[in-house]
Nanobody, 121 residues
């Protein structure tokens, strides 16, 4: 079983909303809680990009392309990370992944399967 499991993707029209979830079934709470967690996305032919991150103290950072539309949050007691995506645009279409960030801001674990988000009229 993967360290991180993503869900919540789907097909939505422009302007719509989706909420993605990421769970860490194999991590114990004491490992999950201190980690910076991030949501990434990837489209065919492009590198995976970090779109949002959240620290253990809930400081957040966003890519300019999603700022003001996406909100990352976490529930440490449930070992969950969420990405609320509002006002979705066709360019948000991608496979979305979550991961922890290491001290060099690089993804820490093997990638899970991700969850597909498709924004189309």
């Amino acid at each position: 079983q993967a360290q991180l499991v993503e869900s919540g993707g789907g097909l939505v029209q422009p302007g719509g909303s989706l909420k993605l979830s990421c769970r860490a079934p194999r991590m114990i709470t004491s490992v999950f809680n201190p980690q910076i967690m991030g949501w990434y996305r990837q489209t065919p032919g492009k590198e995976r990009e970090l779109v949002a991150s959240i620290s253990s103290s809930r400081n957040t950072n966003y890519a300019d392309s999603v700022k003001g539309r996406f909100t990352i949050s976490r529930d440490n007691s449930r070992k969950m990370v969420y990405l609320q995506m509002n006002d979705l645009k066709p360019e948000d279409t991608a496979v979305y992944y979550c991961n922890a960030l290491d001290t060099t801001q690089q993804p820490k674990y093997n990638w899970g399967q991700g969850t597909q988000v498709t924004v189309v009229s």
